[in-house]
């Protein structure tokens, strides 16, 4: 029925950039809040990033601020994560998430794994 699947992910040194991206089907998300987190090794599922349906308000975790950048691309149903200055404390699978119609994160992708080296 409804899938998120991410793609984009792979290995990077510290210091260079990913571009992960989310692509989902089964439903339209244009009014949906769309977010992005990650689970490391040995960690807990943690909240990475958002941005709302009008694409007016984003959030991001303090550890990543002024290196991730989400965006969407509604017509495509899409939702991207552009990551830059890549440290190895990124090293996570990264999973795409969808609100539902009363507002929690109801749709979830299958992770990509994103591995920085030192």
């Known amino acids: 029925q409804v899938q998120l699947v991410e793609s984009g992910g792979g290995l990077v040194q510290a210091g260079g950039s990913l571009r992960l991206s989310c692509a989902a089907s089964?439903?339209?998300?244009?009014?949906?809040?769309m977010g992005w987190f990650r689970q490391g090794p040995g960690k807990e599922r943690e909240f990475v990033a958002a941005e709302d349906w009008s694409s007016s308000n984003t959030f991001y975790a303090d550890s990543v601020k002024g290196r991730f950048t989400i965006s969407r691309e509604n017509a495509k149903n899409t939702v991207y994560l552009q990551m830059n200055s890549l440290i190895p404390e990124d090293t996570a699978v990264y999973y795409c998430?969808?609100?539902?119609?009363?507002?929690?994160?109801?749709?979830w992708g299958q992770g990509t794994q994103v591995t920085v080296s030192s």
């Open positions: 089964g439903r339209t998300f244009s009014r949906s809040t």
């Open positions: 998430a969808a609100t539902g119609n009363r507002g929690g994160y109801d749709y």
